[in-house]
């Protein structure tokens, strides 16, 4: 079984926040490819768990609640 491992110094949950509020800014940008860049937000975490998709899940709603 393999572990993932965590590089960022400030925990797991900062980097799913990075992801999420990253994600969120690229695809309100005027002009996005938004299918591209929803594609790559999947290969990008097919190797998280189930957990953390779902906590992704709950950032990105949380971004895209605050960035308007």
């Known amino acids: 079984m393999l572990k993932q491992v965590n590089h960022c110094p400030l925990g ?4 799913l926040d990075k992801i999420a ?3 969120v800014t690229e695809i ?3 002009g996005a490819n938004v299918a591209k860049i929803k ?3 999947a290969e990008k975490v097919k ?3 189930e957990e953390d998709k779902n906590q992704l899940r709950g950032l990105i709603q949380k971004w895209l609640e605050n960035i308007k």
């Open 28 to 30: 309100r940008k005027r």
């Open 47 to 49: 190797k998280f768990s």
């Open 12 to 15: 797991q949950y900062h980097m």
């Open 21 to 23: 509020y990253d994600y």
């Open 39 to 41: 594609y790559e937000l």
